[in-house]
């Protein structure tokens, strides 16, 4: 199980630090991620990291911006979201990937952005 938390209301500028914790697997040996969708569209890439950690990418649109990190001691993925603006509205959905290329979602944290 995932449980993404960490979302809420903030004004346009401010920081956010979403998590994913896992539940009833270890996560080190996954790859994992952030997408996020908002009312109406596709959920849309935001991020990823390997399973080490030694790797990660980012979309366009919030690269130098956002920055996901992992503790797989602790179960646990991390995105933490800075200058957030208001087209950063949305729920937030992590993911990990499991064998046989599959990939499991957790439930969404719901970050909105007022301007």
């Known amino acids: 199980q995932l449980q993404a938390s960490g979302g809420g209301l903030v004004q346009a500028g401010d920081s956010l630090r979403l998590s994913c914790v896992a539940s009833?697997?270890?996560?080190?040996?996954?790859?994992m991620g952030w997408f996020r969708r908002t009312p109406g569209k596709p959920r849309d890439f935001i991020a990823a990291?390997?399973?080490?950690?030694?790797?990660?990418r980012y979309a366009d649109s919030v690269k130098g911006r956002f920055t996901i990190s992992r503790d797989n001691a602790k179960n646990t993925m991390y995105l933490e979201t800075n200058s957030l603006k208001p087209e950063d509205t949305a729920v937030y959905y992590c993911?990990?990937?499991?064998?046989?290329?599959?990939?499991?979602w957790g439930q969404g944290t719901l970050v909105t952005v007022s301007s």
């Open positions: 993911h990990v990937d499991l064998p046989g290329g599959r990939r499991y």
């Open positions: 009833g697997r270890t996560i080190d040996s996954s790859d």
């Open positions: 990291i390997t399973k080490s950690g030694g790797s990660t």
